[in-house]
């Protein structure tokens, strides 16, 4: 029988069954290169003291401290009798934390958690009177008092602590490394397929990978942790950068029309009636887009602009250069708010232009159709007719363009608004309604910075906007602190007030809608443990809008929008706020993207805590689309030393949204970031964090590009297509292949 290579052994052959098991079960680890890749979280040194002041709260997670005191107390049960229970407080130089063990165990605890006497202790972090604890948590003693063998090994080196769990604690995981490198290393690491080129290797003087392995996970020195990291990281920036390489490569293998502007078409006379000029970032940014479509190959281009920057300006100069050259451009929005908005912005800026085959149409115009789900059957019918015949150049839809019944005379190019709304299915199946593949543009407003683009969308090529249009106005934000501080509150409605007698109008978004139970719960279980000490479920726009009529807004046109009212409805009450007919408009997010009301000035968020840093960023573009000043009010009723509160600050105190998409990234953890954006890349980054390995991954990227032109099937790097295999199973591998 062919023996298993080395890293696909199954856990089972090596640790036993029940071991394997748990490990599968709850740390996702089922061979042997998976448990080699759980790289240890970090490493404590024996004569160390590591950071309790920083300790997550709702985590399993291992520390290395001294006992300073332990003393048994007797409590009543409620009617049952008394218990004992025993409280050990540790140290480490930075903060103290409490140990509870209850019940028999006690005294036996009690003997062994000496003051003086140092472990490692397991368990998950938890808060009891504003205090941290860990409620009967695993211990491991550390002291002279182990035996010579356990003080030898953990005398002189450091300690790997690995994220763990509560059925598996670090050193059960560090036994199980232990015997895993020890087998490899006894058959001299064979199989072992190292992914880098030696070229590469040796050129950028990097560790071989049995040694950076070893290095990893039983450093001698930090020198070797680093060496290891190093490695480490080269490994997965380069093996994902050739998976986006070889994608770009596919792309370029694939015919595309290609769509040149014609002079004196559409574009030119849309453009010479324009009444302002173009930014030069937009003219920089259209000529790289217009340069892609001159291609026989198909565009892949991501396009990140703030919010405000003119992308759908972009966008629709593109789209006419297609309708110039003959083909037919199709925009997908997220919601049919925003495709509704959409097509009467693209209907408004083009005016006659817009009304090909219409009385009173321009001699070059054509027709701008819109489809969504909720339209109705004559109106869908006809735009249907238009896109099959060609006589509608644009449309401008949601997933409904996807449905199988659409069909296009021409479609030349698809561009996607709010990317990472869109699932990579949805994207492919409008792309292969081309009679050859569409060029495609991409379109963000939140913006990414430029690891994250490299890694994430690294199949695309990044076009950024960050000049905001002449006559857009600053926007002041400020954080409310509501229970602090009520009166703020009470300003902040004067403030709407105000703007509202100065004829603007004003925003205030909630993060419930207020009709459900179900959502109250799903709400609440939502919170985050910060919010959890309050028990309040999350502010609603029926109920916030209720009080707001009767209450500091008495006497305003004030109307509510959300996503469970009728379309029709919704489509009525943007119209009204649109034209100056409400005053105030009390929302959910379904503002956040793509609405465009330049009279509004105010906005205030309720529960703003409750929102993450770039959905805030968007929201708060909404208003200052205008000559006047926006203001945007955060109100939050966290306590000021709350990360949440910390968060708002962030977010008030700049308008740069690459600089706090870099805040965002540091305050979650990029796997959300990644993960909401390709499913493969989360699962493949260990090592690898994007916003500090900024340089790891443009080299990286330069590399693969190399080897996949000289190379596009891996014929000459056996390991690396298999380390490429081992990252694209199945399922990623069609995502990346759908890309």
């Given at each position: 029988?062919?023996r298993?290579?080395v890293?696909?052994?199954?856990l089972?052959?090596?640790?036993?069954?029940?071991?394997a098991?748990?490990?599968?079960?709850?740390?996702?680890?089922?061979?042997?290169?998976?448990?080699?890749?759980?790289?240890?979280?970090r490493?404590a040194?024996?004569?160390?003291?590591?950071a309790?002041a920083?300790?997550?709260?709702?985590e399993h997670?291992t520390?290395?401290?001294?006992?300073?005191?332990a003393?048994?107390?007797?409590?009543?049960?409620?009617?049952r009798?008394?218990g004992?229970r025993?409280e050990?407080?540790?140290?480490?130089?930075?903060g103290?934390?409490?140990?509870v063990?209850?019940?028999r165990g006690?005294h036996?605890h009690?003997?062994?958690l000496?003051?003086?006497r140092?472990g490692?202790?397991?368990?998950?972090?938890?808060?009891?009177n504003?205090?941290?604890?860990l409620?009967?948590?695993?211990?491991?003693?550390?002291d002279?008092?182990?035996?010579?063998?356990?003080?030898?090994?953990?005398a002189?080196?450091?300690?790997?602590?690995y994220?763990?769990?509560?059925q598996?604690?670090?050193?059960?995981?560090?036994?199980s490394v232990?015997?895993?490198?020890?087998?490899?290393?006894a058959?001299g690491?064979?199989?072992?397929?190292?992914?880098l080129?030696?070229?590469?290797r040796?050129?950028?003087?990097?560790?071989?990978?049995?040694?950076?392995?070893?290095?990893?996970h039983?450093?001698?020195?930090?020198?070797?942790?680093?060496?290891?990291?190093?490695?480490?990281?080269?490994?997965?920036?380069?093996?994902?950068?050739?998976?986006?390489?070889?994608r770009?490569?596919?792309?370029?293998?694939?015919p595309?029309?290609?769509?040149?502007?014609?002079?004196?078409?559409l574009?030119?006379a849309f453009?010479a009636?324009l009444?302002?000029?173009?930014?030069?970032?937009q003219?920089?940014?259209?000529?790289e887009?217009?340069?892609?479509?001159?291609?026989?190959?198909?565009m892949h281009?991501?396009?990140?602009g703030?919010v405000?920057?003119?992308?759908?300006?972009?966008?629709?100069?593109?789209m006419l250069?297609v309708?110039?050259?003959?083909?037919?451009?199709?925009m997908?929005?997220?919601?049919?708010?925003l495709?509704?908005?959409?097509?009467?912005?693209v209907t408004?800026?083009?005016?006659?232009?817009?009304?090909g085959?219409m009385?009173?149409g321009?001699?070059h115009?054509?027709?701008?159709?819109?489809?969504?789900?909720?339209?109705?059957?004559?109106?869908?019918?006809?735009?249907?007719?238009?896109?099959?015949?060609?006589?509608?150049?644009?449309v401008?839809g949601t997933h409904?363009?996807?449905e199988?019944?659409?069909?296009?005379h021409?479609?030349?190019?698809?561009?996607?608004?709010?990317?990472?709304?869109?699932?990579?299915?949805?994207?492919?199946?409008?792309?292969?309604?081309g009679?050859?593949?569409p060029?495609l543009?991409?379109?963000?407003?939140?913006?990414?910075?430029?690891?994250?683009?490299?890694?994430?969308?690294g199949?695309?090529?990044?076009?950024?906007?960050?000049?905001?249009p002449?006559?857009?106005?600053p926007?002041?934000?400020?954080?409310?602190?509501?229970a602090?501080?009520?009166?703020?509150l009470t300003r902040?409605?004067e403030?709407?007030?105000?703007?509202?007698?100065?004829g603007?109008?004003?925003?205030?978004?909630?993060?419930?809608?207020?009709?459900?139970?179900?959502e109250?719960?799903?709400?609440?279980?939502k919170?985050?443990?910060?919010?959890?000490?309050?028990k309040?479920?999350?502010l609603?726009?029926?109920?916030?809008a209720?009080?707001?009529?009767?209450?500091?807004?008495?006497?305003?046109?004030?109307?509510?929008?959300?996503?469970?009212?009728h379309?029709?409805d919704?489509?009525?009450?943007?119209?009204?706020?649109?034209a100056?007919e409400?005053?105030?408009?009390?929302?959910?997010?379904?503002i956040?993207?793509?609405v465009?009301?330049?009279?509004?000035?105010?906005?205030?968020?309720?529960?703003?805590?409750?929102f993450?840093?770039?959905?805030?960023h968007?929201?708060r573009?909404r208003v200052g689309?205008?000559?006047?000043p926006?203001?945007?009010?955060?109100?939050?009723?966290?306590?000021?030393a709350?990360?949440?509160?910390q968060?708002?600050?962030?977010?008030?105190?700049t308008?740069?949204?690459?600089?706090?998409?870099r805040?965002d990234?540091?305050?979650?953890?990029?796997g959300?970031?990644l993960g909401?954006?390709?499913?493969?890349?989360?699962?493949?980054l260990r090592m690898?964090t994007v916003?500090?390995?900024?340089e790891?991954?443009a080299?990286?990227?330069?590399?693969a590009?190399?080897?996949?032109?000289a190379?596009?099937?891996l014929?000459?790097?056996?390991?690396?297509r298999?380390?490429?295999?081992?990252?694209l199973?199945?399922?990623?591998?069609?995502?990346?292949?759908?890309?």
């Amino acid at each position: 029988m062919e023996r298993v290579p080395v890293l696909d052994e199954p856990l089972k052959n090596l640790l036993g069954a029940a071991t394997a098991k748990v490990m599968a079960e709850h740390l996702d680890l089922r061979t042997v290169g998976d448990l080699l890749h759980h790289y240890p979280r970090r490493y404590a040194e024996r004569g160390e003291l590591t950071a309790l002041a920083d300790l997550p709260l709702d985590e399993h997670v291992t520390v290395v401290a001294q006992v300073a005191d332990a003393r048994v107390l007797t409590f009543n049960k409620g009617g049952r009798g008394k218990g004992q229970r025993l409280e050990v407080t540790i140290t480490d130089g930075s903060g103290r934390m409490q140990l509870v063990f209850f019940g028999r165990g006690v005294h036996f605890h009690q003997k062994e958690l000496l003051p003086g006497r140092r472990g490692m202790f397991a368990g998950k972090v938890g808060v009891f009177n504003r205090k941290l604890q860990l409620t009967h948590p695993e211990y491991k003693l550390l002291d002279a008092e182990s035996s010579d063998e356990t003080v030898k090994a953990f005398a002189n080196e450091l300690l790997p602590i690995y994220p763990a769990c509560k059925q598996l604690e670090s050193w059960t995981i560090e036994q199980s490394v232990s015997i895993a490198l020890d087998s490899l290393a006894a058959t001299g690491w064979a199989g072992l397929a190292d992914p880098l080129p030696p070229a590469l290797r040796e050129g950028r003087g990097l560790t071989e990978l049995p040694e950076a392995l070893q290095k990893v996970h039983r450093p001698r020195t930090k020198a070797d942790i680093e060496d290891a990291r190093e490695r480490l990281k080269w490994d997965e920036a380069f093996v994902l950068q050739v998976a986006l390489a070889r994608r770009r490569y596919a792309d370029t293998q694939l015919p595309a029309v290609a769509r040149r502007p014609t002079p004196g078409g559409l574009l030119g006379a849309f453009d010479a009636k324009l009444p302002f000029t173009l930014t030069d970032g937009q003219k920089k940014v259209s000529k790289e887009i217009f340069d892609d479509l001159a291609t026989e190959h198909p565009m892949h281009r991501l396009l990140q602009g703030e919010v405000g920057s003119g992308k759908t300006m972009v966008a629709l100069r593109a789209m006419l250069a297609v309708v110039d050259a003959g083909g037919q451009a199709a925009m997908l929005a997220p919601t049919e708010v925003l495709a509704q908005q959409h097509h009467r912005s693209v209907t408004e800026m083009m005016g006659e232009l817009a009304e090909g085959g219409m009385l009173g149409g321009a001699e070059h115009a054509t027709k701008v159709v819109l489809l969504t789900g909720s339209m109705g059957t004559a109106a869908r019918r006809q735009a249907l007719l238009d896109l099959v015949t060609g006589e509608a150049g644009i449309v401008i839809g949601t997933h409904a363009l996807i449905e199988d019944k659409v069909q296009f005379h021409d479609l030349g190019l698809v561009v996607v608004d709010e990317q990472h709304r869109f699932g990579v299915e949805q994207r492919d199946a409008l792309r292969g309604k081309g009679k050859q593949p569409p060029h495609l543009l991409v379109m963000t407003a939140t913006p990414i910075p430029r690891t994250v683009a490299m890694t994430v969308f690294g199949d695309l090529e990044t076009s950024v906007l960050d000049q905001l249009p002449a006559g857009r106005s600053p926007i002041a934000s400020h954080v409310v602190p509501a229970a602090d501080k009520p009166h703020f509150l009470t300003r902040a409605w004067e403030r709407v007030r105000e703007e509202v007698e100065n004829g603007h109008q004003a925003y205030v978004v909630c993060p419930r809608i207020g009709d459900d139970e179900d959502e109250k719960k799903k709400a609440k279980q939502k919170a985050s443990p910060e919010d959890e000490a309050e028990k309040r479920p999350p502010l609603a726009v029926l109920e916030v809008a209720e009080k707001l009529r009767s209450g500091p807004l008495t006497g305003l046109r004030v109307e509510v929008l959300h996503g469970r009212m009728h379309p029709d409805d919704k489509d009525d009450v943007m119209r009204r706020f649109a034209a100056g007919e409400v005053d105030v408009l009390v929302a959910t997010t379904v503002i956040e993207v793509g609405v465009n009301v330049p009279n509004a000035t105010a906005m205030v968020i309720m529960d703003a805590d409750r929102f993450g840093v770039s959905q805030l960023h968007q929201l708060r573009g909404r208003v200052g689309r205008g000559s006047a000043p926006g203001l945007c009010l955060l109100v939050s009723e966290m306590p000021e030393a709350s990360p949440a509160r910390q968060r708002l600050t962030a977010v008030a105190s700049t308008l740069d949204g690459f600089e706090l998409s870099r805040i965002d990234l540091e305050q979650r953890r990029e796997g959300d970031v990644l993960g909401q954006a390709q499913s493969g890349v989360r699962s493949s980054l260990r090592m690898l964090t994007v916003i500090d390995d900024e340089e790891v991954i443009a080299a990286a990227r330069e590399e693969a590009t190399a080897v996949v032109l000289a190379d596009p099937d891996l014929s000459d790097h056996p390991e690396l297509r298999t380390a490429l295999d081992a990252l694209l199973d199945k399922e990623r591998e069609e995502f990346l292949e759908k890309g």
